[in-house]
């Protein structure tokens, strides 16, 4: 995610769904129907955790089961705003289930399986709690399949920001980070769970409905549509997208072959965002010399628009960054710079994901680090004086980049330019050559993976005989920088 302009204010009532996820009760949403039977007598050691223990947002994902694939088919009327949803969701026990949680927010569950035999659910809050007609062993694999429907919504983060599900004119975005994937299907909705998707949707004829990955079929019938968009490689939850719309589709391939599919809609395009745009290939070709093989098999990017002031970011989704198309006027819709910036995160961010949110900066030090090196490789700032310029505006950080006090900061100041400084002390450290190795074996390291902040320090001492400690403590997990490099 790129920073975004001053956020807006939270409405109250979705900031305390979110909160909820943060460790604060609240009910939100349309239950579904309670199908809990009597008092609930399973052995607390048969029951799945109804969060990961995230410090940030510890109810957010689900323990005792570990997803290998979801399987979304998704229909939508753009008129009524209604979706309709079916999720398979293949999963292997980690410990013996009588009950286990999936994250969702709001919409009508119908009918719940686990193994193909009806399950028992009930909703509390935004956990929907499902329990198998027979109980699961541990390492047993298994296939829920959630029928739900509703008007999914939008919410509010903890720092007034808004993902989840965006109801456009001509049909709907659905963005999802931190948590806002479960407005719109039902998951282990942490980073560290990732998963295959296969994500089918489908739409009125004339629209175009866009996804993750590679596009795996296409089929019209009765006035509808439908596109099945497949991600082989594993995928966490906050990485998924729909986009559904009127988008003028243009496809290329970069130098290494890796396909790219870019969808516009019309009344966002602008010669300077078509320029970027058309820079795709050359980014990427950029970028994998030097942070190594590009991890995907397609790429992209989706730019539509939204109402005035819903979206004012642009995020990192998985194969095809997504960019609003409302901003000011005369602004392009994609700036080359955040271009650069969200393609980086395809290797830092998307491939090797955060173990947990607070290792939010080894997702956005990195991809600000990239700008840094693509400004100063177009000819503009070096990466000194970019630097320069980051340590005078984290003069009187809040706090390190490391450790965001609360779920409201995961996307503050410190975790972006707090981040890069972290990486432009270790090439001073480390050296160019060393450096140069740190930028290519992270990603290589913890391909298609989780890592965490433990984990990249660990990595960096490997490459020297210097104790980089002091460093760390200094840049990593101090909130008070030096006055100057």
Known sequence: MRLSPPRRAALPLLLACCLSLSGVACSSGTAGPDRTAGPDRTAAGDIGAPGVGDRLFPRAGNGGYDVAHYGLDLDYDPRSGKLRGTAVITATATQPLARFDLDLSGLTVTRVTVGGRVAAVDRAGTELRVRPATPLRAGARFETTVTYEGVPATLTDPDGSHEGWFRTDDGALALGEPVGSMAWFPSNNHPSDKAAYDITVTVPDGLTAVSNGELADRRSAHGRTSFHWRSKEPMATYLAMVGIGHYDVTTARTGAGVPVYVAVDPRSADPRTAAALRRIPEIVDWESSLFGQYPFSSVGAVVDHL??????????????????????????????????????????????????????????????????????????????????????????????????????????????????????ELRKALGPTAFATLLRTWPAAHRHGNATTADFTALCQRLTSHDLTPLFDTWLYTARHPDSL
């Open 307 to 424: 109402p005035a002031g819903r979206v004012g970011y642009a995020l990192e989704v998985q194969t095809k960054p997504v960019f609003p198309g409302d901003g000011a006027p005369g602004d392009p819709a994609v700036p080359l710079d955040t271009l650069v910036h969200e393609l980086s995160h395809e290797w830092y961010g998307d491939s090797v994901t955060p173990g947990a949110w607070q290792d939010m900066w080894l997702n956005e030090g990195f991809a600000t680090y990239a700008e840094w090196l693509w400004q100063e490789h177009e000819g503009g700032p070096t990466v000194e004086r970019s630097a320069r310029a980051a340590l005078a505006r984290q003069a009187n950080s809040a706090f390190p980049p490391a450790s965001p006090p609360a779920a409201a900061q995961i996307s503050a100041a410190p975790v972006y330019g707090g981040g890069a400084l972290v990486l432009y």
